[in-house]
């Protein structure tokens, strides 16, 4: 395993993280035989970075598990976040710091996030409540190693937030189709320039770009290198990086484990062409053109109260687009639509839940309406009746 260095503390740390959120199971009910099999192997291959959060349903407490019954916490990294939208009081910090190292069974986690993070405004409020005096406590003790942010919001935010405070690292939203999204490529280097090691989060889009990319993207994969998939594309472009300290990914299967542990130890700072790197500019062109909501499944804004699949039907819209509409719709209806649930997107009441939940800021309500006008022709709108009123 390729390691790369953490600016602040010296840690060599491994150059793939392990992103807990998509352990194996349904969200929030985690197959904890398959997650200590992943867990372990990962270890076994040299990951040391483990990422979760208090709000991943069953994440900490399944990976607390997994360190605890193989007594591997010593030889891992824990990065866990802290939920700032249920924080209204100082003592509310210590609340659910303490609900979190039960989960995770430590006394310490070495890398705490204040989560999700998308403008000044965000930090001054914690500034408000006294977050500054509660770091310093929590560092003297050694009960937090080193302090961050994940971000998820403008560009000109982001560098404002980076001077607000000595931050060991961050934590940014960053693949070929996001140079210019959130952070981009100039928030990474800028971080960089100041001494903040800089982790990755969502380096295939929620997994788009593993499987979803347009034919032509994945046409000019294959002429450069057939054998190459488009995850390693994805993965050896952002280490391609010097600035990229370590790259996340939402492992849930051996497979992915296993081809991404080896990318990780064969791809280099500077080591792609500049025909690779052209190559990488033409497909983000390709899949941009087809990208029309940009959905990464993390599922925040999930449960929905008349209970819409939002991640799934954004997928199949998107996929409407980027490979065909019937392909779209097929989708649609077996993920999202009225085959296998009795509910529509246009049931969608616009209550703003999700959108206030959502990282990427989209305007859920409004999209929602454009995938009923896409995805749901008049066909499909009588067999969704007829599935109806059988599901009664």
Request: glycine share 8%.
């Amino acid at each position: 395993m390729q390691c790369r260095t953490d600016i602040k503390s010296g840690n060599k740390l491994s150059a793939l993280g392990f992103g807990c959120m998509r352990l194996p199971g349904t969200f929030g009910n985690i197959d904890l035989q398959k997650a200590d099999a992943l867990i372990m192997d990962a270890i076994q291959r040299g990951v040391n970075f483990f990422d979760t959060a208090y709000i991943y349903p069953g994440s900490e407490a399944a990976l607390g598990h997994v360190l605890e019954k193989n007594s591997v916490r010593a030889k891992v990294y824990i990065a866990t976040k802290l939920p700032l939208f249920k924080c209204h009081t100082y003592g509310d910090f210590d609340k659910y710091f303490n609900i979190q190292l039960e989960r995770l069974k430590t006394d310490y986690i070495d890398y705490y996030f204040m989560h999700n993070m998308t403008k000044q405004a965000d930090w001054e409020r914690l500034c408000g409540l006294g977050i500054e005096k509660w770091i310093n406590e929590k560092r003297a003790k050694g009960q937090i190693k080193h302090i961050g942010f994940s971000f998820h919001g403008a560009k000109d935010e982001f560098t404002t937030l980076i001077d607000a405070y000595d931050w060991d690292f961050c934590m940014i939203q960053y693949n070929y189709i996001n140079t210019h999204y959130q952070a981009g490529t100039a928030g990474l280097k800028y971080a960089h320039a100041k001494g903040i090691s800089v982790f990755i989060m969502e380096p295939l889009l929620g997994g788009r770009l593993a499987k979803d990319l347009p034919t032509a993207a994945v046409e000019l994969f294959n002429a450069k290198d057939a054998d190459a998939s488009p995850v390693s594309w994805a993965l050896r472009w952002l280490w391609n990086q010097p600035e990229v300290t370590l790259v996340l990914s939402g492992m849930n299967e051996p497979g992915q484990l296993q081809e991404n542990v080896a990318l990780a130890a064969s791809a280099q700072a500077n080591g792609m062409s500049e025909k690779e790197l052209a190559i990488i500019e033409q497909v983000a062109a390709a899949f941009s053109a087809t990208y029309k909501i940009p959905c990464t499944g993390c599922n925040y804004c999930l449960p929905c109260p008349v209970k819409i699949n939002i991640p799934d039907s954004f997928m199949a819209y998107n996929a409407s687009y980027a490979v065909s509409r019937f392909t779209g719709i097929q989708l649609y209806a077996t993920t999202s639509g009225g085959f296998n649930r009795a509910f529509s997107v246009r049931d969608c009441t616009a209550c703003g839940k999700c959108e206030k939940l959502c990282p990427q800021e989209i305007e859920i309500a409004q999209k929602l309406k454009d995938v009923g006008k896409r995805m749901e022709p008049w066909w499909f709108r009588a067999v969704m009746a007829i599935a109806r009123r059988v599901m009664r």
